[in-house]
T-cell receptor
Framework: DAGVIQSPRHEVTEMGQEVTLRCKPI?????LFWYRQTMMRGLELLIY????????DSGMPEDRFSAKMPNASFSTLKIQPSEPRDSAVYFC??????????????FGPGTRLTVL | GEDVEQSLFLSVREGDSSVINCTYT??????LYWYKQEPGAGLQLLTY?????DMKQDQRLTVLLNKKDKHLSLRIADTQTGDSAIYFC?????????FGTGTRLQVFP
């Protein structure tokens, strides 16, 4: 398996532009997580899906952020309009949620976003 | 509430043991984890421990869990330069993981 795939790996954009980050989870996994990592705030959970349904989006910073999972093999995180403070590394992770299992989360390589 | 805390930095000499500590607040956590993040990469599961255990050993890694004090530690024996990375402690809360701030381990010759 190729693991969790994220694109693009790097994104540089100007303030006010729309940014779309993409994620392909590991085939067969039923949970998908979006994280943001910055030096100031560390690793933050933004939103997670189970069976394509958003379960907890309490970590989404504000209305400028939205996430979708139209099917089991694809998810997007959109920022519109982007701001310089959104600059961070965004990670997607997936897991097979099996109830009492230890549920290892597999992380993608991340997208480094720079908003000028 | 859910909160996981770690010290930010640890520096050790190659060949020595490293001990990374973590405290958590959710006593109902069923699993606790250690993830490793190498530069420019995502997090990768290093090891985990079930909450009814107090110790787990896996080659150079030893995990100790003190449920009474809600304290988790990771010991790396014979630390190598390749162990230089950020180490995250995490607890399982229902369907999601709560990660700590991460401890940056630097190994010097």
């Amino acid at each position: 398996d190729a693991g969790v795939i994220q694109s693009p790996r790097h994104e540089v954009t100007e303030m006010g532009q729309e940014v779309t980050l993409r994620c392909k989870p590991i085939s067969g996994h039923n949970s998908l997580f979006w994280y943001r990592q910055t030096m100031m705030r560390g690793l933050e959970l933004l939103i997670y899906f189970n069976n394509n349904v958003p379960i907890d989006d309490s970590g989404m910073p504000e209305d400028r952020f939205s996430a979708k999972m139209p099917n089991a093999s694809f998810s997007t995180l959109k920022i519109q309009p982007s701001e310089p403070r959104d600059s961070a590394v965004y990670f997607c992770a997936s897991s097979l949620d099996g109830g009492v299992s230890y549920n290892e989360q597999f992380f993608g390589p991340g997208t480094r976003l720079t908003v000028l | 509430g859910e909160d996981v805390e770690q010290s930010l930095f640890l520096s050790v000499r190659e060949g020595d043991s490293s001990v990374i500590n973590c405290t958590y607040t959710d006593s109902s956590s069923t699993y606790l984890y250690w993830y490793k993040q190498e530069p420019g990469a995502g997090l990768q599961l290093l090891t985990y421990i079930f909450s009814n255990m107090d110790m787990k050993q896996d080659q150079r890694l030893t995990v100790l869990l003190n449920k009474k004090d809600k304290h988790l530690s990771l010991r790396i024996a014979d630390t190598q330069t390749g162990d230089s990375a950020i180490y995250f402690c995490a607890e399982k809360a229902t369907d999601k993981l709560i990660f700590g701030t991460g401890t940056r381990l630097q190994v010097f010759p």
